[in-house]
């Protein structure tokens, strides 16, 4: 009778066993530990990489965990002190000053300016005569083409150019709105 293998072969059986219990782990458990990354990192693909480089860590020592009923805890651990040092290493862009930088663009417009340049405006379009009017609000407050505005009032896209013209006209001469200018 010839002795019982030893030696490689005897390792090889008990990494097969650790991979297949690691294995069924993985599978029974991973979504679970799936939602803990996500609530690590804000993108998906890295919550699925930061899962990936904790279950390796725990593969690794996947012989010396003595209470498999602790796996969860372990592999939390993993995941929090993996994604620590991610965050230690980042890059980091923006750097401390003495002064806040002042803002680039202009500054907004007062709500109130605002609101009293849209009553000016209002009642300069309401001085205008009936079809100007209509044909302002139509290109400008709807939105339409020229066509489109000619088409709802049954002229022609000339008379609409014209007309329209001769309101702007008005527009930029009433006394209301120069100080706006």
């Given at each position: 009778?010839?002795?019982?293998?030893?030696?490689?072969?005897?390792?090889?059986?008990?990494?097969?066993?650790?991979?297949?219990?690691?294995?069924?782990?993985?599978?029974?458990?991973?979504?679970?530990?799936?939602?803990?990354?996500?609530?690590?990192?804000?993108?998906?693909?890295?919550?699925?990489?930061?899962?990936?480089?904790?279950?390796?860590?725990?593969?690794?020592?996947?012989?010396?965990?003595?209470?498999?009923?602790?796996?969860?805890?372990?592999?939390?651990?993993?995941?929090?002190?993996?994604?620590?040092?991610?965050?230690?290493?980042?890059?980091?862009?923006?750097?401390?000053c003495e002064e806040l930088p002042?803002?680039?663009?202009?500054?907004?417009?007062?709500?109130?300016?605002?609101?009293?340049?849209?009553?000016?405006?209002?009642?300069?379009?309401?001085?205008?005569?009936?079809?100007?009017?209509?044909?302002?609000?139509?290109?400008?407050?709807?939105?339409?083409?020229?066509?489109?505005?000619?088409?709802?009032?049954?002229?022609?896209?000339?008379?609409?150019?014209?007309?329209?013209?001769?309101?702007?006209?008005?527009?930029?001469?009433?006394?209301?709105?120069?100080?706006?200018?």
């Open positions: 009778m010839t002795p019982p293998p030893s030696g490689p072969v005897c390792a090889g059986a008990s990494q097969y066993a650790s991979y297949t219990t690691f294995s069924s782990y993985v599978r029974a458990r991973g979504p679970v530990l799936l939602r803990t990354a996500r609530s690590l990192t804000a993108n998906p693909s890295d919550a699925e990489d930061l899962l990936q480089t904790a279950l390796a860590k725990t593969f690794v020592a996947w012989e010396r965990i003595e209470d498999h009923r602790a796996l969860d805890g372990y592999v939390r651990r993993a995941l929090l002190n993996t994604r620590t040092s991610q965050w230690r290493k980042r890059k980091v862009d923006e750097f401390a002042e803002p680039v663009g202009p500054p907004s417009p007062d709500p109130a300016e605002r609101q009293a340049l849209h009553d000016a405006m209002w009642r300069a379009v309401l001085k205008l005569p009936e079809r100007q009017r209509q044909m302002v609000v139509l290109r400008y407050y709807e939105d339409l083409s020229e066509a489109q505005t000619a088409e709802v009032l049954g002229v022609s896209v000339g008379t609409v150019k014209s007309a329209v013209s001769r309101a702007l006209g008005k527009l930029r001469e009433d006394p209301e709105l120069t100080p706006v200018r």
